[in-house]
């Protein structure tokens, strides 16, 4: 059974920077790609990165490029998301998500998801 957990989430202001994981376990995620993708209240599930187990490729949603960086730890079997220059607007649930095959942002792709983790990010 493939599980996912979120962790790193929190308050901080405008400008600062969080650090997320997603420890994920239950299989072997080599064939795997790891997507991150938030939710704020009122809002549609939004993507926000995305990388392959292998660490062949990353794609970044423009809202959060040059901001947000996507990588993983093999060893850990862990997916992070550096948040630095933290807006007002990147505050909500924040969830990782795995998926095999192709594609990337839509979220109906992912078929297993971790549980949230809140940010909020004050002005």
């Known amino acids: 059974q493939v599980q996912l957990v979120e962790s790193g989430g929190g308050l901080v202001q405008a400008g600062g920077s969080l650090k997320l994981s997603c420890a994920a376990s239950?299989?072997?995620?080599?064939?795997?790609?790891i997507g991150w993708f938030r939710q704020a209240p009122g809002n549609q599930r939004e993507f926000v990165a995305y990388i392959r187990w292998n660490g062949e490729s990353t794609y970044y949603a423009d809202s959060v490029k040059g901001r947000f960086t996507i990588s993983r730890d093999i060893a850990k079997n862990t997916v992070y998301l550096q948040m630095n220059s933290l807006k007002p607007e990147d505050t909500a649930v924040y969830y990782c998500?795995?998926?095999?095959?192709?594609?990337?942002?839509?979220?109906?792709?992912?078929?297993?998801w971790g549980q949230g983790t809140q940010v909020t990010v004050s002005s």
């Open positions: 239950g299989r072997t995620f080599s064939d795997y790609a």
């Open positions: 998500a795995a998926k095999s095959g192709y594609g990337v942002i839509g979220y109906q792709l992912y078929a297993y």
